[in-house]
């Protein structure tokens, strides 16, 4: 946090707090590392058939609880 002075780089914006949580919530801070030889890729969408076995393994009475949780955004589906 010090070394890149964030707090200057966000204009007093972004703050840690004493337990070296960041504020706003919002705020997002990642450590990102390259190499010539990686590969990326792209998560899709989640069907339905996958949601209704995570609904399972965690043991919920209802698919609709594990769609509320993931969100309409990560659903390849309308709820």
């Known amino acids: 946090w010090e070394l890149m002075d964030i ?5 007093g914006v972004m703050t ?3 337990s070296f949580m960041m504020n706003p919530a919002a705020s997002v801070s ?13 998560v899709g969408y989640i069907d339905k058939d996958q949601v209704q076995s995570y609904s399972q393994r965690r043991g919920e009475d209802s698919v609709a609880e594990s ?4 969100g309409s955004t990560t659903l390849g589906y309308e709820p």
């Open 67 to 70: 769609e509320k949780w993931l």
């Open 7 to 11: 707090e200057k780089l966000s204009g």
């Open 16 to 18: 840690l707090t004493d």
């Open 30 to 42: 990642s450590l990102v590392f390259a190499h010539p030889k990686s590969q990326y890729f792209a």
